[in-house]
Each structure stands twice: as C-alpha cells, then as structure tokens.
C-alpha cells in the first residue's frame, strides 16, 4: 500500500483540519436517495446482483477524490493511492454479520471476481472479521436491505482520526418509474465539508447511469 504525505504548511485546508480535529472534534452525515432505474436494467440484463455492484461503484467513486482516502500514519496525515472496500455480509442462520473486504480494481470485471472469490471462501465464517490481514486503507460500507429509510446516523464514539467516509444503503423503493436506494454517508469534518459530500453524491449518481456492466 502507498501513500503520500500531506505538507499541512502548504495545504489551503489545514485551518479546517486543525480547527476539528483538536477544537471542534466532529463528524456530519447526510442521507439522500440515488436513481438506480438505470442501473437495474443493466443488472437485470446481464444478470448481476446489485450489492456487488453497489460496492464497486461507491468504492469507484471513493477513489476518485481525495479527501476520501486520507489517514493518520505515523502521526502524519497522508492520502493512500487507493482505498479497499470493506462491507458486511449477513448470516440469516444466526442473524449476525461479518465484515469482508476485497481489492479494489478499476475494472469491474476484475473487481466482481475478487468479490465473489472472497465471498465465497469466507460467506460461511460467522465471525466478525472473516478475512484476515484487513487493510490499514480501508473504507466502511454496509446495507440494510429489509428497510428503506429516509435519514441515518452512525454515532461514532471517537471520531477524531477515523477520516475514511463511511457508507450505509437501505432498501430501494419504487417510486413511479423510478428506483431509488436511500444511502447515508458519514464523514470526518477535518477532511470533508458539505461540498466534498455533495460532490461524491453526485459522482456516484453519474457512475449508477453510465454503469454499462
């Protein structure tokens, strides 16, 4: 895994680092509904499952800023070249969850066959962390697939140096012709302001119409 370093003397955000990692420590989430109807006609069509999918295209878009791959290392803040997607898989049987995580890969078509790889050797392993050697830059995604939600807050106890965005998606509702997912994004307020949010939202909304499969 690679990194750069930060030179805070010469970042225009070092104030807003500074201020609410050691003044103001805080984070913020916002929750929004994302048009899927196009990209469920291509999974439909090429017979894909939508969780797979989701997870490539949030990690996609994760990846393409930033401010989404920043964390502390060795007491100083860097940006990772890439970002692993880490997420939750359930296990009805005893109504529990494991968290996996795989390699991101640009190529969808690569990254679905490290996802079904890791999902298949370890959806049966009912711990919590099912694979082992779990990534320092790493970002959190998990759904909650019985229930669709219109606002979401994940309350982090300590929040001062856990900058990666954190996701959660909901069930998807039909509303006339359209699909929409409700998803809450949880962020660090030292790294990501309303903007940054609002950019990634509209970022993955670009990458669910265009998703070609």
Known sequence: MNYKKINLEQWNRKEHFLHYRHNLQCG???TTKI????LKVVLTKNNLKLYPAMIYLIAKMVNSY???KMAIKNDELVIWDKINPAYT???PETETFSELWSEYCEDWCSFL????QDHQKYKDDLSLSAKPN???NHFCISMIPWVSFDGFNLNVANVRDYFPPIFTMGKYTQQNDKFLLPISIQVHHATCDGFHIA????KFQELCNDFSG
């Open 89 to 91: 898989i359930f296990h």
């Open 35 to 38: 048009d899927i109807t196009a």
């Open 199 to 202: 950019r990634m939202i509209n």
């Open 28 to 30: 913020f989430s916002l």
């Open 113 to 116: 066959q490290e996802y079904n």
């Open 66 to 68: 930033p401010e989404s």
């Open 134 to 136: 779990f990534p320092e």
